[in-house]
């Protein structure tokens, strides 16, 4: 029973050990805040919010109060439609990695254990796609990750006029013009399936028509 869940909803972390640890329970994307920096990234929040319009977030911060004023603030940016919240139980005890506990003296994300991870995960009210019998079918799909080489397929890298492509496709977004490739292949993973991008794209281009 090692398979791994998939989200509708994209997670919200704090930090990049939180981001392993669950890429080890679920095949969504995950974002990353920075801890506080995500207050004055202007541009993650840009990301933050257009994930939530299209997909939904789900918040899975530490119980500590930092993690509960990331958690407040992305309630601030985000409409209270298209924003979850996982609560991992509060477990006393230090990380692994670290010399010595928090402040608070409670683990965080990364130091919760797989199951309850999943309980936390399940008890938010987060659409898990893989419990719907239609996603079988589709599971190869929805599995597939856009890569930096199906942009060079899409004409979005490595390719006369990609640079423009790529401006044409994060306008329609309402994401920043300036986003690297790889930032940009990022971003469209938390927004699509490969077959929803390769849909868009083909919509965005008949409309150009």
Do not use: W
Not at 58 to 81: C, P, Q, Y
Not at 93 to 110: N, T
Not at 111 to 128: E, M, N, T, V, Y
Not at 143 to 154: A, G, H, L
């Amino acid at each position: 029973m090692n398979d791994k869940i998939r989200l509708q909803e994209t997670v919200i972390v704090e930090g990049r050990y939180d981001k392993i640890q669950l890429s080890g329970l679920i095949e969504s994307p995950i974002i990353e805040t920075g801890g506080f920096r995500v207050f004055k990234d202007k541009e993650k929040q840009r990301l933050i919010r257009k994930v939530a319009q299209r997909r939904g977030i789900l918040v899975m911060t530490d119980v500590d109060s930092a993690g509960f004023v990331i958690r407040n603030f992305l309630r601030g940016i985000v409409d209270s439609e298209n924003i979850l919240h996982a609560y991992i139980p509060t477990v006393k005890g230090k990380e692994k990695r670290k010399p010595e506990a928090s402040k608070e003296g409670i683990l965080g994300v990364e130091g919760i254990d797989r199951d309850k991870l999943l309980d936390s995960i399940r008890q938010s009210g987060a659409h898990i796609l893989n419990d719907d019998e239609s996603f079988a079918e589709n599971r190869s799909s929805l599995r597939s990750e856009i890569t930096k080489m199906d942009f060079f397929d899409y004409g979005l890298n490595g390719c006369e006029n990609a640079a423009q492509h790529r401006e044409e496709v994060l306008s329609s977004l309402g994401l920043p013009k300036y986003l690297t490739v790889n930032a940009m292949v990022a971003a469209i993973n938390c927004l699509f399936t490969k077959d929803e991008f390769e849909n868009y794209l083909i919509k965005l281009n008949q409309g150009k028509k």
